[in-house]
């Protein structure tokens, strides 16, 4: 272990918790290295670009999540007028401007997203004094440090301050993005994919990641959302397409041993939701647990995949440059981003 500022005396079992430093605040972000890097633009044979975003007004209404709803896109004021194709000869005369500006409330999770390490922590005994307490990746304390008014986004705990969205976006997110086409093998049907069948489509379709990598898996389910034209199927949304069994232990331990620096999926939570619920305390979110608590791993949700893995698929490759930072706003638990993948 390094020495530094050690915020436990105890960390959860399967963690990587002072691995990269007891201030680390980047977790398997360290993986992607400068040799890393330029292991992925050595990917770029072709100099195509997919974007891997839905637009941001998807998947439509709040079935998928009820607390989550679609961006609000307003003008803004400008002398007690909407500023929308104001005619600036009204306050300059001879003026030919004619200006747009405008102004967006966003649900920062409700589309194409990452999910920061401050997303998901853990009701903890990090400090060895038999009473769990809130901690996050590294055992940064999820406490609130600075009181503010509900609203002003100014309030934040030491845990969104230290492994907010905008320490990813400080860091930048590039590197390579390594595609395992689920769709292809399962089709649009649900399964709940454990370790040992993930591993029987990467071994069918040659795919093998290695450290520092981003591993991304297509289950056609940003695909579907396309499809309803942000009238989703409020029953079938939460029936279609793969996801990952976060409950199996090989899986995550094979997560954990793989060295991947992110995962992200076209999916909603990666996982399944709801997760089997075993006896005892447990999380709900266990892959969320296990990646953003335990391995200060990045997780992504709702990317669209499928043309990109389409277009893999027929030219037999699997690896790619993926460049996907998020927005740099500081105490932000996740971001809307707008993934380039380059081929």
Same mark, same amino acid.
């Given at each position: 272990m390094t020495t530094g500022t050690r915020r436990w005396? *105890?960390? &959860?079992?399967? $963690?990587? %918790? /002072?691995?990269?430093?007891?201030?680390?605040? @980047? /977790?398997?972000?360290? @993986?992607?290295?400068?040799e890393r890097r330029r292991a992925a633009a050595a990917e770029?044979?072709?100099g195509l670009s997919f974007c891997l975003s839905l637009p941001l007004d998807y998947p439509g209404g709040n079935a998928l999540n009820p607390r989550r709803h679609p961006p609000r896109l307003r003008p803004t004021s400008r002398g007690g007028l909407p500023n929308w194709m104001f005619e600036v000869s009204s306050e300059t005369p001879d003026a030919t401007d004619v200006m747009c500006d405008d102004m967006a409330t966003l649900w920062l999770q409700y589309s194409t997203q990452w999910d920061s390490l401050a997303h998901a922590g853990s009701s903890f005994d990090a400090n060895g004094d038999g009473r769990p307490e809130t901690v996050f990746y590294n055992g940064y304390r999820g406490g609130v440090e600075?009181?503010? &008014?509900? /609203?002003?986004?100014? #309030?934040? #705990?030491?845990?969104?301050?230290?492994?907010?969205?905008?320490?990813?976006a400080r860091h930048g997110v590039q590197g390579r993005g390594v595609m395992v086409d689920l769709r292809a093998h399962c089709g649009d049907a649900r399964e709940v994919i454990g370790h040992d069948r993930l591993m029987e489509i990467m071994r069918a379709d040659g795919v093998s990641v290695e450290t520092g990598d981003i591993l991304c898996l297509h289950t !056609?389910?940003? *695909? +579907? @959302?396309?499809? %309803?034209? +942000?009238?989703?199927?409020? *029953?079938?949304?939460?029936?279609?397409?793969a996801t990952l069994d976060g409950r199996d232990q090989k899986l995550l331990k094979w997560i954990s041993d793989s060295g991947i620096a992110a995962l992200v999926a076209d999916?909603?939570?990666?996982?399944?939701?709801?997760?089997?619920? &075993?006896? !005892?305390r447990c999380a709900t979110l266990p892959l969320h647990e296990h990646c953003l608590f335990k391995l200060g791993m990045p997780l992504g949700e709702i990317w669209h995949l499928t043309e990109l893995a389409g277009h893999l698929r027929a030219a037999r490759r699997s690896r790619f440059l993926l460049t996907a930072p998020p927005l740099r706003l500081p !105490?932000?638990?996740? $971001?809307?981003?707008?993934?380039?993948?380059?081929?």
């Open positions: 005396t *105890q960390r &959860p079992a399967g $963690s990587n %918790w /002072g691995d990269f430093g007891d201030d680390d605040q @980047l /977790g398997r972000l360290n @993986l992607i290295t400068p770029v044979i072709e600075i009181p503010k &008014p509900v /609203g002003t986004g100014e #309030s934040m #705990s030491s845990a969104t301050r230290a492994l907010g969205i905008d320490v990813i !056609g389910f940003s *695909q +579907r @959302l396309l499809d %309803w034209k +942000r009238e989703p199927d409020a *029953q079938a949304i939460h029936s279609i397409c999916n909603y939570a990666v996982e399944q939701i709801p997760a089997d619920k &075993p006896p !005892g !105490g932000a638990v996740g $971001s809307p981003v707008t993934p380039i993948a380059t081929v």
